[in-house]
């Protein structure tokens, strides 16, 4: 007799939630970049997929890289609280791989900025966010 599985409400209700914080998140990864954009940074990668991690987004401003990490949430601590020691270790290991790959390797001229996103589409961005 063949069973017809059908999701609980619960699950749907996940499921939904799930797909609209996807869609935010690239929403704001969008904007970012129009932002960087605007300011004359070439976006050369989004959402760049290393071996250890992965970059939302990768400009040039010259002769230097900018990576940026975007994250978004009602409110811009929100956002940022949600930026984890594993994820930042991730981070600079992503960009040393994608650095490795460079002409001047990682010699490089980098930056490392957090782009921070709130419920109303408002960004605030932390240039050099992870210097200590």
């Not at 599985?5 to 935010?24: E, H, I």
């Not at 990490?69 to 609280?81: F, G, N, P, Y």
Request: proline share 2%.
């Amino acid at each position: 007799m063949p069973f017809d599985f059908v999701s609980s409400p619960a699950r749907q209700t996940r499921k939904a939630r799930g797909l609209t914080n996807y869609l935010a998140g690239h929403a704001a990864e969008a904007s970012v970049a129009r932002l960087y954009e605007d300011r004359g940074v070439a976006i050369c990668a989004r959402n760049w997929h290393g071996s250890t991690g992965e970059i939302d987004l990768i400009g040039r401003d010259g002769d230097v890289v900018i990576f940026v990490e975007v994250k978004q949430s009602r409110t811009h601590d929100l956002a940022a609280s949600h930026l984890s020691d594993a994820q930042i270790r991730r981070i600079f290991a992503t960009v040393d791989e994608f650095v490795a790959g460079e002409p001047r390797g990682l010699l490089t001229d980098v930056r490392i900025d957090l782009a921070l996103v709130d419920g109303q589409g408002r960004i605030e961005v932390v240039e050099n966010a992870f210097v200590g």
